[in-house]
Every structure is written in C-alpha cells, then in structure tokens.
C-alpha cells in the first residue's frame, strides 16, 4: 500500500469512550503495539492486512464508534492536476468494484475532511465535477449524496436510509496538512438496527433502562469472548442482557424489583424467539428477583467471565442535592457496591472484568462527589484499571455530556494486575 496510513476510524462524540473501545478491539485481534496518529475526530492507524478482516468485523460490536474505513492514496494538495487524477483513478476503481447488472443507480457520497473549509469546499467542488463527468461519460447512472448548498457529509442514519453500503459507496479523504489522503469508508455504526430493536422491546422503562449503545460498548469493554458469561447484577429491563446475547455470550440478570425481573424477562424472551438461530437462546439466560447483596444464593462456583453493569445510580434527582445529602447518598450508594461487587467477584474468573458506571455529582466549584473508588476496590480484593492499553485513555472515562450537572463515569476493576 503506497499510503502511509492505511485505516480512519471517525471516533464518537465522547471520544475516551471510543478509544477505550478501540483500545479493546486492537487488543482482542491480538496487536502488542500499533502505530497511530489522531487527527480532529479520527484516528488513523497503520495495520498490517492480515487484521483488516477481524478488525471490520468486530467494529459491529462496539457502541461508540461511528466509522471506519481504507485509505489508498495521498497526494500533495498544492499538485491540483495530480491529486485530480488520483481522485479520478479513485473513483473508476471504486464504480469498477460496485457497480453492477442489478444497481440501477450507483449512489456515491463523499466525506471530505479538512481543518481548512474553503479548502474543504473547494476540494468537494473538484470531486464532485468529475463524478458528474465521469459517470455522464460513461453513462453510468449516479447520484451524488449528502451535498447541499454548504457541504454536508451523510450521517450514519442516512447512510442506511440511502441503502449506500448496497448500492454504492462513500469516498472518504482528508485534507492533513498539505497531503490529501484518499479512501473509502468500509463501515459505519447503523442507528436502523437499534431504532428496530428499541421498538421490537416488549417493555420499556426509561428510568431502569441502560441506552443500546452504551449497554454495547460496556459489553465489549468486558473483553468477554463468545460463549462467555456475564453477569448483570442490577439488570433493570435487561439491555446489558440482551447485548451480551447478540454476542453470542450467556448471562445472568439480577434485579430487586419484581417489575424489572417481569420486564427483563419479557425483553429476553422475545428476543429469543425472534433470534433462535443465535445457538439456542433460551438456554443461555437466566433472570433472578432478589436482591444482589445476597449473590451468593444464586451463584453457584467461580465461572464468571466479567460482570457489566449500569447499577443503581442514587434517587432520581432533578437539581444537584446540597453537598451533605450528596454525601449521605454516595456513602449508601458505595455500601450497596461493596456489598454486591464483593459477592459478585468472588464467583469471578481469574482475570476476570468488572465493567461499573458510577453517579458523579458535579458542583459549580468544581467540587466532584462521586463513590470512592478506591476504598470499593480495596472493601472487594479488587484492582482499579487506570488506563487503556493504547491511546493513553486515563479512567474513569466521564460518559454523557461535560456540562451536564448530574453525571456518570465508567470504570474497570480486575482481579488480577494487568
Ligand atoms: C439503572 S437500572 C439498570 C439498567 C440495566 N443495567 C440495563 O441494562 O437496562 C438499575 C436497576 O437496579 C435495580 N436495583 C437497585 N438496587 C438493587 C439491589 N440491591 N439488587 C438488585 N437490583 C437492584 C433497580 O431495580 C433498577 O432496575
């Protein structure tokens, strides 16, 4: 490959979440090291081509990472007649690649990033005149998606609307100092398929219910392979359930509330009639109601692969508590999490994850009251994860957003040192 870097990943909003997932995915292909280099919301890797396949396929498995894909050339932007051709070559290799008999009309998007936006715009002007050219030369029926008067790159939820990853493709390219890189995306995150699962659930409960997308990126953080078990301890409506299952894991659910064990349940049910094929559904789950304090009358030896969940957060509160009840709220909730974690992790494999979200309440003074993490991990003879193995993540990583006054972190406790 004669470009110097060979893949783009277009990272989440909440970019520490995106490359604490990405760190993961690196580390189950198998990689020791990597070389990278991490441009506005991209991170550009250089991999060896035996990885790309795994690398593609266990993107799906992820919750926060919006797309990804190949790069094949790069130019210098100052040489507009030769990065004209190379975008020319480009383009007839890709229309080569995916157009056929069956596509009537081949949809072509284009993504051009730039920290320069009348270079951007410019560069978008160029490409798309010898798409126009090109293809009414060739008379090849296209459409050029996702330009308007200003530029506008195809959201996620468009590229599946548009139906592009079956009836055309996305030419990607970056604009890094004075180069312009040229690729093509290869996959993109797809909002359509959580939109359906979100509606098929047979019950709903907003304030018990962890959102899909984080419920995937926690299971993936678990590093658990298929056929592994995970247990949700706080399992509400059962969405950290439901992920592990479409990764083929087996799991166990927990919650104290019979109307979450009816709701989960319920959820987990229906998900397995609608997918029998994934090996046998219903023999991979099981829903208890009781209070996880008391694990240990439902666990039964040390066979856990991970525990993932989003517990118990704190009353639901709509202002910030003065600082003493917040204390009196997170020194109950950090009783309640010693009490299950210390159960949970002695049925916990060697190695074995604990993947937890914690309450933080943000102050205007810059006060942070969260549970202690430390004394947690102390209490349960576990370790605290501080950092990612590769693109220097620190946790806690904060999840939702900055401003918000009442937040979330997520962190990583392990049995064993890393
Ligand atoms: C934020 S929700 C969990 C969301 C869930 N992880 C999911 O995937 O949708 C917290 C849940 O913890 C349950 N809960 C609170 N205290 C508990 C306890 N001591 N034992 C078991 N469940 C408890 C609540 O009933 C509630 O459903």
């Given at each position: 490959m004669s470009s110097r870097y060979s893949i783009f990943v277009k990272l989440g909003s909440n970019r520490d979440l995106s490359k604490l997932e990405l760190s993961v995915l690196l580390k189950k292909i198998g990689l020791e090291d990597i070389t990278f280099t991490e441009w506005m919301d991209y991170i550009f890797l250089k991999l060896s081509r035996n990885y790309f396949t795994k690398f593609f396929k266990l993107l799906d498995n992820t919750g926060s990472i919006i797309k990804a894909g190949y790069l094949n050339s790069e130019v210098n932007v100052e040489k507009e007649v030769e990065w004209k051709n190379k975008v020319k070559d480009h383009l007839v290799k890709n229309i080569d690649k995916h157009s056929s008999d069956k596509i009537k009309q081949l949809k072509i998007a284009l993504d051009v990033q730039a920290k320069n936006l009348d270079l951007r715009n410019n560069i978008v002007t160029s490409i798309r005149k010898i798409i126009t050219d090109y293809t009414n030369d060739m008379k090849i029926q296209a459409k050029i998606l996702g330009i308007k008067k200003t530029y506008s790159q195809l959201s996620p939820y468009q590229f599946y609307k548009e139906n592009l990853h079956r009836r055309g493709f996305e030419i990607t390219s970056f604009v890094v100092k004075s180069k312009i890189i040229f690729g093509v995306?290869?996959?993109?995150?797809?909002?359509?398929?959580?939109?359906?699962?979100?509606?098929?659930?047979?019950?709903?409960?907003?304030?018990?219910?962890?959102?899909?997308?984080?419920?995937?990126?926690?299971?993936?953080?678990?590093?658990?392979?298929?056929?592994?078990?995970?247990?949700?301890?706080?399992?509400?409506?059962?969405?950290?359930?439901?992920?592990?299952?479409?990764?083929?894991?087996?799991?166990?659910?927990?919650?104290?509330?019979?109307?979450?064990?009816?709701?989960?349940?319920?959820?987990?049910?229906?998900?397995?009639?609608?997918?029998?094929?994934?090996?046998?559904?219903?023999?991979?789950?099981?829903?208890?109601?009781?209070?996880?304090?008391?694990?240990?009358?439902?666990?039964?030896?040390?066979?856990?692969?991970?525990?993932?969940?989003?517990?118990?957060?704190?009353?639901?509160?709509?202002?910030?508590?003065?600082?003493?009840?917040?204390?009196?709220?997170?020194?109950?909730?950090?009783?309640?999490?010693?009490?299950?974690?210390?159960?949970?992790?002695?049925?916990?494999?060697?190695?074995?994850?604990?993947?937890?979200?914690?309450?933080?309440?943000?102050?205007?003074?810059?006060?942070?009251?969260?549970?202690?993490?430390?004394?947690?991990?102390?209490?349960?003879?576990?370790?605290?994860?501080?950092?990612?193995?590769?693109?220097?993540?620190?946790?806690?990583?904060?999840?939702?957003?900055?401003?918000?006054?009442?937040?979330?972190?997520?962190?990583?406790?392990?049995?064993?040192?890393?």
């Open positions: 995306t290869n996959w993109v995150t797809n909002p359509l398929l959580d939109i359906k699962q979100d509606e098929g659930r047979q019950s709903r409960l907003f304030t018990h219910g962890t959102s899909i997308k984080l419920a995937r990126t926690l299971i993936f953080l678990s590093g658990v392979s298929s056929d592994g078990l995970v247990l949700d301890p706080f399992c509400g409506t059962g969405t950290i359930l439901i992920e592990a299952l479409k990764q083929k894991m087996q799991t166990i659910g927990v919650d104290k509330d019979p109307k979450c064990f009816r709701i989960s349940k319920e959820n987990l049910n229906a998900f397995s009639l609608k997918y029998p094929a994934k090996a046998k559904m219903k023999d991979k789950w099981t829903v208890y109601s009781q209070d996880s304090s008391d694990l240990v009358k439902i666990l039964k030896s040390k066979n856990l692969d991970a525990i993932v969940t989003e517990p118990y957060l704190g009353p639901f509160l709509k202002d910030l508590p003065l600082t003493e009840e917040a204390g009196e709220i997170m020194k109950s909730l950090e009783k309640l999490y010693i009490n299950v974690l210390r159960e949970g992790s002695k049925f916990l494999k060697d190695n074995g994850k604990i993947v937890f979200i914690l309450p933080v309440y943000k102050y205007p003074n810059g006060l942070e009251m969260k549970p202690n993490v430390e004394r947690i991990a102390s209490q349960c003879s576990l370790h605290v994860q501080e950092r990612s193995k590769f693109f220097h993540i620190s946790l806690p990583v904060q999840i939702g957003r900055k401003h918000n006054v009442i937040n979330r972190c997520l962190i990583i406790f392990t049995n064993q040192l890393e």
